[in-house]
């Protein structure tokens, strides 16, 4: 009896110690959440596979492989109606990046140039920005998008009197969308993109030994105009080389509408211009805190050693703002993604429209459709947020 007390005791204090060891608690803790979160998600899973069963509803993802049987207004890739609704799904991600991708360049860029001249010493120039940014931001972006779309490019005139918009006859404008030159690649056009990437590569190396070659002797190296005149010239031999691989398609009026080229519709364009102008705003606050964080001293002391503000803003003030730009930056990098599901307000077929909407009416899987969306949009903020972060560690302040 003494030796079965014993037993239980000793493997009472075992499962004591594992629970209270610090070394081993938090792992067991997580394999415990682990074990539960399964067993939830296998519970959900299997119980509505069986009500679904029970109504005489097929779950699955078989269905991605049946015809859609709808057309698509835009589409970056190739589509007609007879592609399956993986197909349709693939359309909605390409359409959701092409908006997200050139919004989040665009915001960016805009967000900077505003955050700088939110803290320039003409008051003018501040007071616009400051303005700006306090209208556009406490405006609901969905009343942007519907703005532009409704108020802008619905009222636009027809494809007989588009708008040239800079005037050289290439680049139209009007009710039916924005055209635009289209490249026509040659079989040899690879080459110079494989030069180009090469040219990188090698600029970013001599960026990396010119910056050890100034921290070992003080002495600056031009990077970047060294850095320009590889970048652009290596590709431009080799393009002339190859016999210039590369022709333009010009959109030219036939008919009622322009043909040839590329194109992309009005609600691309209310919705891209609705998310710049929006989110830029929270871009500029973001680079005029991470300025102002950055101690008045460094500015002094660039000033007394002779560099000028614009050097002293490049070299100095905005190296070191970046670190605290980039944490609140990845979270609105995320968000621009995840708005421009509002585009479906204006009809623009993104992957909400085509595959969350049209192809679950039609197909009937809301599940499937709705985990499929959902597993698109996780995976895009994870990468963001992998890429920034990993961005983040290199530019912080390294302690010895």
Request: hydrophobic content about 55%.
């Amino acid at each position: 009896m003494a030796v079965v007390d014993r037993g239980a005791s000793g493997q009472g204090s075992s499962f004591s110690e594992i629970v209270n060891d610090q070394r081993y608690r938090s792992v067991f803790y997580q394999i415990v959440v682990a074990v539960v979160v399964m067993w939830a998600g296998w519970y959900l899973f299997s119980n509505t596979a069986h009500n679904l069963e029970a109504r005489g509803m097929s779950a699955g993802f078989g269905f991605l492989g049946s015809t859609a049987g709808f057309s698509i207004a835009f589409s970056v890739i190739p589509y007609e109606a007879g592609d399956s609704y993986l197909w349709v799904y693939l359309v909605g991600i390409t359409n959701t990046l092409l908006l997200a991708v050139v919004a989040i360049i665009f915001s960016t860029l805009i967000g900077f140039f505003v955050g700088v001249l939110r803290l320039s010493k003409n008051w003018l120039i501040s007071q616009l920005a400051a303005w700006y940014v306090e209208i556009i931001r406490n405006t609901p972006l969905l009343l942007q998008i519907l703005f532009w779309y409704l108020a802008v490019f619905a009222i636009l005139p027809r494809p007989k009197q588009s708008i040239d918009v800079f005037g050289l006859g290439i680049f139209e404008l009007n009710n039916r969308g924005f055209y635009f030159p289209a490249p026509v690649l040659g079989e040899l056009f690879w080459l110079t993109m494989a030069t180009l990437l090469a040219a990188i590569v090698v600029a970013y190396g001599i960026a990396v030994w010119a910056k050890k070659r100034q921290n070992d002797t003080g002495e600056r190296f031009p990077v970047f105009w060294t850095a320009v005149g590889i970048v652009f010239g290596a590709p431009l031999v080799m393009f002339v080389i190859t016999g210039s691989p590369l022709e333009w398609d010009i959109p030219a009026l036939k008919g009622f509408n322009f043909r040839g080229g590329g194109s992309v519709p009005p609600a691309f364009c209310a919705v891209f211009i609705a998310l710049v102008v929006y989110h830029a705003c929270y871009v500029a606050e973001m680079v005029r805190a991470g300025i102002l964080s950055v101690s008045h001293g460094q500015t002094e002391a660039s000033y007394s050693l002779g560099l000028k503000p614009g050097l002293t803003l490049r070299l100095v003030i905005i190296p070191q703002a970046m670190r605290a730009i980039v944490p609140p930056l990845i979270s609105l990098w995320m968000n621009v993604v995840k708005n421009s599901s509002l585009a479906i307000a204006v009809g623009y077929p993104d992957l909400v429209a085509v595959f969350m909407q049209t192809s679950l009416n039609q197909s009937g899987h809301a599940i499937e459709i709705v985990a499929m969306v959902m597993l698109f949009y996780m995976t895009v903020s994870l990468t963001i947020s992998g890429a920034l972060n990993y961005y983040n560690k290199l530019v912080q302040l390294k302690e010895r």
